[in-house]
């Protein structure tokens, strides 16, 4: 098999998950707003694309991709898939139509026109009627018309890539994987560089951390892929890419710190480590980011962080407070660079600067439905990130 396949990340990432991809040997083009295109891939590379980009949320290869407006261009636009190529007649399928724009049918009767051209392409195949499932399909199609672009794909992800990690302790506020990994890429944290998270909840950023020195695959933690279920995936493919990419892992030889100021924090990420089989390579305690009184001068070069926004929960006056010191504080360990998300930009921004740090990269960006930044300072005589 070869396809095109649609890589999907957050809105304002694109550019960094398109230089990731690349790290990777695969060369992406941006198509809209959170999906990439990669073209011609085969069995291997659709394993390779789900089981070790840390940055995208989903992989879909592209059954169907053009234009269409009226009813009877959608329905001829789904005649002309085979859809034999992804699924067995005996297992089941599932349609979900998206539409946004101006039309006179909605994204039920899309998902309903390209279901029944799943069907009729079986029945004239193989004679047979494949059965629809709609909670829970062996294989989902998307089919997706933004004004009139249309778009006919097939996940090969299943649950979004953001959920990846062995987690007992469930943080109330958790950070996304694939936002940490975007995060510490746009640091310096490289093998060697020192992090440290002074408020690191359930512990992610650390995770995704330990998980880059080591060189794990970002899908070592999921339990099933969609594409496990794909006709067009190569029984052989996973086994392959997963025994390569296993074959690389080295031991941690770079320091990683996490701690925060809630005991229950600090137990929780303890139990989250332990599970994922790091609890000798972070070292976690509780502090205050205030004070970090928990850590020496020049123990950690880059302080990569998600601190909390107090937008819905928290007191704003506290978290302005917080902004204000933590950065001073860091300054006052040798802390050489500062990346940093939140919606509080301006805050941000000032208490970076105040404190002696120069803001040297904002990016805005869609974060589960609201906008958010990723700053990046770094301190006056600090040399210029990996990148
Ligand atoms: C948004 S959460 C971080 C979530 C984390 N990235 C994760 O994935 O689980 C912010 C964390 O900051 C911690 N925190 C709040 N104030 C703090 C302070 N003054 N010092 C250290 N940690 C603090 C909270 O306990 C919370 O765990």
Request: some cysteine; aromatic content about 8%; proline content about 4%.
């Given at each position: ?112 026109y390209v279901g029944a051209a799943v ?153 989250n480590f332990a599970e994922q089989g ?48 933590f950065p001073i504080a860091a300054m ?56």
């Amino acid at each position: 098999m070869r396809t095109d396949a649609a890589v999907g990340c957050a809105v304002g990432l694109e550019d960094l998950v398109t230089e990731e991809l690349g790290e990777l040997g695969y060369q992406a083009e941006y198509i809209k707003p959170a999906k990439l295109l990669v073209r011609d891939v085969g069995s291997d590379d659709v394993v390779s694309l789900n089981y070790l980009t840390r940055q995208a949320t989903r992989v879909f290869l592209m059954a169907w991709i053009g234009e269409a407006e009226s009813v009877g261009d959608i329905r001829a636009c789904a005649d002309e898939v085979d859809y034999t190529q992804y699924m067995t007649p005996e297992q089941t399928f599932g349609v979900k139509g998206v539409r946004s724009g101006e039309h006179e049918f909605t994204s039920t009767d899309i998902g309903a026109y390209v279901g029944a051209a799943v069907v009729d392409c079986f029945q004239a195949r193989h004679g047979v009627r494949v059965r629809a499932n709609l909670d829970e399909p062996d294989v989902q199609f998307y089919a997706e018309l933004r004004d009139s672009h249309f778009m006919i794909t097939v996940n090969s992800t299943g649950e979004s890539l953001i959920r990846r990690h062995a987690r007992p302790f469930q943080h109330f506020a958790p950070m996304r994987p694939n936002l940490a990994a975007t995060l510490l890429r746009m640091s310096s944290f490289e093998s060697g560089v020192g992090m440290l998270d002074p408020m690191a909840g359930g512990g992610t950023i650390s995770t995704e951390a330990c998980m880059m020195v080591r060189k794990i695959p970002s899908g070592h933690f999921r339990d099933s892929f969609a594409f496990e279920r794909l006709h067009c995936v190569d029984e052989g493919s996973y086994a392959r890419v997963r025994a390569e990419a296993l074959s690389q892992i080295v031991p941690c030889s770079t320091k990683l710190g996490a701690c925060d100021k809630y005991a229950r924090s600090v137990e929780g990420m303890r139990g989250n480590f332990a599970e994922q089989g790091f609890g000798d390579d972070i070292r976690t305690w509780e502090d205050m980011a205030e004070t970090l009184d928990g850590i020496e001068v020049g123990e950690y070069d880059t302080l990569v962080t998600n601190p909390p926004y107090g937008v819905r929960i928290g007191n704003p006056r506290v978290v302005r407070r917080l902004y204000d010191a933590f950065p001073i504080a860091a300054m006052d360990k040798g802390i050489r660079e500062i990346v940093v998300t939140t919606p509080r930009q301006a805050n941000i921004c000032h208490a970076l600067t105040a404190a002696g740090y120069k803001v040297v990269e904002q990016r805005h960006f869609l974060y589960g439905g609201l906008w958010s930044w990723i700053v990046r300072a770094v301190a006056p005589d600090a040399p210029p990130a990996a990148s």
